[in-house]
């Protein structure tokens, strides 16, 4: 190994200190004499020195030099900044030590450092253990400092806490104790910071000062961070707007705005600004002007913004009802966003012409066309409830509120009123207290018709359900009445909705307001039983509170009944089966769609094919489903006789109308038709899975458009032609062919 040499000089061999002046300096060179890179390193002793971590007597620049090559210097510089010996005065030698990792050689040199009086002495010292704390406000946090005597005598040392409100320490600012010579003291300071809104979230710089006799101050510095807490409240007053708001009564043109007022509460401690976005499906119908658009919301304080809605007013039609979102954000988002986020607007916009002046021009023109336009046709007299294609395709029945039944003949494209039963009605009779045309008149109920099912196979006989409970037995071709039907326990008139047939013709079921299923027997070639075999309480059935029935469909092959209510949803009851799990519910409301009440399933319709249990329903929202009922996965918690919960997968689900859908009914080739509140009769085309076609027609194909709402649809094929009949609330019975 090759000899290494380090050559060092200091720029001066004596030096004088004056205690609490101002630090003196001197240089060491070091020469680099080996022939390789090296870097060098010194440090400065003293005998007797304070070797503490709190203490630091001395500085270096640079404190490691870096590697210079053959024959380089590097310089030091050792700025004294307080005696070695604390409280020392006179002369004391120190010692220079340089030292290189690489060349694994040191040298040593000697300096003489004479230390002088002056006025005062830096006998403490202050630390922090911990230099950050974090607390929310009205919560405590315990702030230590350690106070060392570096002199060889006891001090009196006072402790004070400065830079923070004083109101904030618990037992004060200050803190007096006695430290004896060489030794520390440890001391806490309780701190609380008042309420939310006099404690705003910031850092909040501190100092720790000692002072005690015959020695300089001293001091350790920290950082208390009072964390954020609180929100900011949101309220919208009112909620609800109209346009105009006054003088509602008569024709207004010139109004076309609403003011609404958005208020917002900063209670927490951070200063706040707060920007309001308008959302919503109705957001592209209006304009706004929101003043300000960037609210500031001091701490504590009340800030109010106002929103400014314009839109269009129509001349004439019903009041429509705009939904608005107003959503904030808040600039400083670490305590999230406002309570509550948003606020659901809502803005009644009447048209210009009041609706009430509205009806009275519609009235006056109805009469004036009545006088000069007579109705030739035949039609009923009310709402059409119900239509039925009979099974050779060659006539209609219909039951309207007007307490008729009507026989229509299909021939070709047009649906005609067929003769009157011969010796029936040979004068026009009265119904519902209005006057009947004769001609078609298959009977008259006296109560309004709420549902008819024509008998499977030889469609000879009707049922039609009454709104007071009633179930009517009519002969197709005389037009007599076979039997009534009525359930003795039936004290209040249980409106029959829905009515089906089971193959064979052996049973009937009805399906009436208030929840309730009844399953009618008859003995073979015989009429029913004048009491029902079963009568089903589905609102006392488990999870099933309020389900008044709208609709009834039976599977096929006769086993599964399906039964549509009320919160969207409906229910499967195996009626063949007296075993376990006989009832089971479905409800739309696992497809992420509102269910409440009001919300209905209206239609239901099974698939012709007894392979499979398809079913379509039809709902409030205007969409139609389809099921497959035999993937259907029954909870095992339910007991016996109680409603399972199902979970039935859908095969497709699309939006067939703009309102409700009223009615669904397959085609024997698998073709689905729907009529609702659009007015628009619809035939969708199905792809062999009983999915939508879209291929073929994605948004279906309009077969037929209303002035009123279709409550009723019927479809069957023959010959290679599809006949659909439809009947609403314009009392008509319409027959279209596809």
């Known amino acids: 190994m090759e000899k290494s040499i380090i050559n060092a000089s200091l720029s001066t061999e004596n030096i004088t200190f004056r205690r609490g002046s101002s630090p003196v300096a001197f ?31 001395y500085k270096l620049t640079p404190e490691v030099a870096a590697a210079q090559p053959h024959g380089s210097s590097t310089q030091f510089q050792v700025l004294i900044l307080n005696t070695p010996i604390p409280g020392f005065v006179g002369i004391v030698n120190l010692t220079v030590k340089i030292f290189s990792p690489q060349l694994r050689e040191q040298r040593r ?26 607390v929310y406000p009205r919560n405590t946090v315990d702030i230590p400092a350690r106070v060392r005597n570096l002199g060889q005598q006891p001090v009196n040392v006072v402790l ?19 430290i004896d010579p060489g030794s520390s003291a440890e001391v806490r300071f309780e701190c609380q910071p008042p309420s939310v809104v006099q404690a705003p ?140 986020a948003t606020q659901i607007l809502e803005l009644e916009v009447l048209p210009i012409i009041p609706l009430w002046l509205q009806l009275a021009i519609l009235a006056f ?16 007299t009310n709402l059409v409830q119900s239509v039925r294609i009979s099974g050779d395709v060659l006539s209609v029945v219909s039951g309207s509120d007007d307490c008729t039944l009507r026989r229509w003949r299909i021939n070709t494209n047009l649906l005609t009123s067929n003769l009157e039963p011969e010796g029936v009605y040979t004068k026009s009779p009265d119904a519902c207290a209005k006057r009947q045309e004769s001609k078609g008149l298959l009977a008259i109920t006296t109560r309004p018709v709420q549902a008819l099912r024509l008998m499977p196979e030889n469609n000879n006989r009707v049922a039609a359900g009454l709104d007071n409970g009633v179930i009517q037995i009519w002969d197709i071709p005389k037009g007599e009445k076979i039997q009534e039907l009525k359930d003795k326990k039936d004290l209040t008139g249980d409106k029959v909705f829905d009515l089906v047939y089971s193959p064979g013709s052996r049973y009937l079921f009805s399906g009436h307001g208030s929840g309730k299923v009844r399953l009618w027997s008859a003995p073979p070639n015989s009429d029913f039983q004048a009491d029902p075999e079963k009568v089903i ?16 469909s039976l599977s096929p092959n006769g ?11 409906f229910v499967l009851w195996n009626w063949k089966q007296p075993q376990e799990f006989l009832y089971g519910q479905q409800t739309l409301e696992k497809l992420n769609v509102s269910a409440g009440q009001g919300d209905f399933v209206f239609g239901l319709a099974f698939a012709p094919s007894k392979d499979k249990e398809i079913l379509a329903t039809s709902d409030s929202d205007g969409y139609i489903t389809i099921w497959d009922l035999k993937q259907c996965k029954a909870s095992r918690n339910s007991k016996p006789q109680e409603v399972t919960e199902l979970n039935c997968p859908t095969i497709d689900r699309w939006p067939a109308g703009s309102g409700a859908v009223r009615s669904v009914a397959f085609s024997e080739d698998g073709m689905l038709v ?26 279906g194909r309009e077969i037929y458009e209303s002035s009123k709402p279709i409550t009723s649809v019927d479809v069957k094929k023959t010959e290679g032609k599809t006949f659909i009949v439809s009947g609403g609330e314009d009392f008509q019975v319409k027959l279209n062919r596809f």
Not at 674 to 679: H, L
């Open 559 to 569: 086993k599964t009944l399906a039964i549509a209510g009320e919160f969207k949803r």
């Open 160 to 178: 004070r806490f400065t830079n923070i409100d004083p109101l904030w320490l618990v037992g004060g600012v200050e803190r007096r104790l006695l």
């Open 201 to 340: 979230s910031q850092n909040y710089p501190f100092a720790i000062e000692a002072t005690g006799h015959n020695s300089l101050p001293a001091r350790g510095e920290g950082n208390l961070e009072v964390l954020p807490i609180g929100f900011v409240e949101f309220n919208a007053t009112p909620k609800q707007q109209k346009i105009p708001f006054k003088n509602r009564w008569l024709p207004d043109w010139k109004s076309h705005s609403a003011m609404f007022k958005l208020e917002f509460k900063n209670a927490s401690n951070l200063k706040q600004q707060v920007n309001v976005q308008i959302q919503g499906k109705d957001r592209r119908k209006c304009n706004f002007e929101i003043n300000p658009q960037d609210a500031n919301l001091n701490i504590g304080g009340t800030t109010k913004v106002f929103l400014d809605v314009k839109t269009k007013r129509p001349w004439v039609g019903i009041s429509k009802t705009l939904l608005l979102e107003a959503r904030t954000e808040l600039f400083d988002q670490r305590l999230g966003t406002t309570d509550p």
């Open 27 to 57: 240089e060491v060179t070091v020469n680099n004499n080996s022939d390789q890179f090296a870097n060098f390193q010194i440090e400065v002793s003293a005998p007797g020195e304070n070797q503490s971590s709190g203490y630091s007597w």
């Open 109 to 134: 040199l000697l300096l003489r450092l004479k230390i002088e009086a002056d006025g005062g002495q830096a006998l403490l010292s202050v630390e922090l253990p911990v230099r950050d704390f974090q």
């Open 537 to 552: 309480n589905f609102q006392d059935k488990q999870n099933l509170q309020r389900f008044p029935i709208r609709a009834l």
């Open 365 to 380: 023109l109805a009469a004036l066309l009545a006088l000069l336009f007579r109705p030739s046709s035949i039609y009923h």
């Open 674 to 699: 729907s009529g609702g509140d659009d007015r628009k009769v619809m035939l969708w085309f199905l792809t062999p899975e009983y999915k939508l076609d879209k291929a073929k027609a994605a948004e």
